[in-house]
């Protein structure tokens, strides 16, 4: 006889200064994922805007802002626009691989550029080898890491340019986190170009959805997303297509505030 499910304990950090809106306070609300049904609980929770860290699922859970939306793609009838269609044609020679959620070296050192260039002052900032590892290293779910390279030369795989950390659930792919090649001579639309081949992967595959964490209007570091249409956002009714109106507000009741470990969020 199997154990029964245990019903998860949230809990809410305490606020701090939002990464994305001037003048804004963040707060997120957490659980772990932990035992058995940890890959259960993280497929239920992303359906309702939860994001996966490690082994933790979180959302924001803001007093006075509901700015952070859940989105993702509908893979299945997702048709690229002629800018899209130009990089895929641009980047057509590159070798992807989903590889065994491992780090490596030449990962960590693509990593360090790309957080040094696009994010200096950011919360991944400061992460070190170890860092890097338990954030790619400690999943309880089935997870992978895309990476994409240059065209191999004489046997040997080319240089590596960008990388994805995805997790496969049972309606979709969700990029946990991607980083990519942005050093002088760099490919143009690399970060575009691999969030459309994660929308063929799941196309192939026969997932509906590519998952592409939190939208915020107004914020330029979000308003790359807005450009994968048909997109669907997370309300309080549910799913609906980007366009659609919205319901009253429902005020979420009080959680007990908690500190995790470290939550390593998406830009």
């Known amino acids: 006889m199997s154990a029964p499910f245990r019903f998860p304990k949230f809990f809410v950090t305490n606020p701090s200064p939002c990464p994305y809106l001037p003048g804004k306070v963040e707060r997120k609300v957490f659980t772990e994922l932990n035992g058995r049904n940890a890959s259960e609980l993280n497929e239920a929770l992303g359906r309702i805007g939860f994001r996966r860290s490690q082994s933790v699922a979180y959302r924001p859970s803001c007093v006075d802002c509901s700015a952070c939306v859940s989105v993702r793609v509908v893979a299945s009838e997702f048709s690229p626009n002629a800018t899209q269609r130009k990089i895929i044609r641009r980047h057509a020679d590159l070798e992807v691989s989903a590889c065994k959620p491992w780090t490596t070296e030449e990962q960590y050192a693509l990593l360090r550029t790309y957080l040094a260039s696009r994010h200096p002052g950011g919360g991944m900032a400061e992460m070190d080898e170890h860092d890097f590892a338990d954030m790619v290293e400690q999943t309880p ?93 997370l309300g309080r009714d549910g799913w609906r297509r980007m366009d659609a109106p919205e319901p009253e507000l429902v005020v979420d009741r009080p959680l007990p505030t908690r500190t995790p470990r470290r939550i390593l969020v998406d830009a």
């Open 141 to 233: 779910v089935q997870s992978y890491v895309v990476e994409y390279r240059e065209p191999s030369v004489g046997g040997r795989p080319g240089k590596l340019v960008g990388a994805c950390l995805s997790d496969q659930q049972g309606d979709g792919l969700s990029m946990i986190y991607s980083f990519y090649d942005v050093g002088e001579g760099a490919r143009k639309g690399l970060g575009t170009y691999i969030i459309l081949d994660h929308i063929v992967r799941a196309s192939r595959a026969m997932l509906p959805y590519v998952y592409l964490g939190y939208w915020v209007e107004g914020s330029d570091r979000m308003a790359y997303k807005a450009a994968f249409r048909p997109m669907e956002r």
